[in-house]
């Protein structure tokens, strides 16, 4: 017996008080194997169709009150195994990614992709590391940070990406902005909060910042440069 075939219970009304058509979320008419199929069903459909992470308070509007989100993903998460793409925990929500090792796959057809990071310069994705790190974080702090001035333009590039966003003012003198990251940062990148970031220590040794004074600075939290080259403004 399917769902289209069960008679519906006239214990709601099929329409709202303006003629709209009311959305069924507990699916009481279903047995219960496919309430919980169409439930599924739903959600996957929902995270599909969006361009970010998808919270749990939104899933939840999909579905019945007495629904569990977590076994609901738990068994998506087991359906798609097979599967090329995954569902992952990021950013605060679920997002559907393509798995690692289809990367180079997708990167050998040219085929348009949605979403991912913007390209960022070498020295952007320093910055925005360092923001990620020690924010709330100033222009002016960033410019001691790396011994040379950050300009407006790298502020505004990474602004412009949807990686950072401003912060609280600053209690220094003047009240400068700062600088914050945001949550297209953690979906981008693939952390679920910002504890997932890297230690700076595991960078070093990966060799991505070996030698460097940033990386002095980062690891230490304090200027690279004691010799006054860095610009407060």
């Not at 009481?28 to 959600?43: A, F, G, H, I, T």
């Not at 981008?188 to 060799?207: H, K, Q, S, V, Y």
Request: hydrophobic share 35%.
């Amino acid at each position: 017996m399917t769902g289209s075939s069960t008679p519906r219970s006239r214990r709601r009304p099929d329409k709202g008080e303006g003629g709209e058509r009311l959305y069924d979320r507990e699916l009481e008419d279903l047995p219960p194997e496919l309430r919980w199929r169409e439930w599924m069903l739903r959600v996957e459909a929902v995270i599909f169709a969006s361009a970010e992470p998808v919270s749990r308070e939104t899933l939840a509007r999909a579905v019945g009150r007495d629904c569990s989100i977590d076994l609901l993903i738990d068994d998506l998460i087991e359906e798609l195994g097979d599967r090329p793409y995954e569902l992952v925990s990021v950013a605060g929500g679920w997002q559907h990614r393509t798995r690692p090792r289809f990367a180079d796959t997708i990167r050998a057809s040219m085929a348009p992709t949605r979403g991912g990071a913007a390209a960022l310069s070498e020295f952007e994705a320093m910055v925005l590391m360092a923001v990620g790190y020690f924010q709330p974080v100033t222009r002016g702090e960033l410019s001691k940070i790396f011994g040379r001035e950050i300009s407006r333009d790298t502020i505004g590039n990474l602004r412009g990406s949807g990686f950072i966003g401003s912060g609280p003012r600053s209690p220094t003198p003047g009240a400068p902005y700062t600088y914050v990251t945001t949550r297209h940062f953690l979906s981008a990148f693939g952390f679920e909060t910002l504890r997932d970031l890297p230690d700076i220590e595991m960078l070093e040794d990966a060799g991505l910042m070996r030698g460097s004074k940033t990386a002095a600075a980062l690891s230490f939290g304090e200027s690279p440069s004691d010799d006054g080259e860095a610009d407060e403004a």
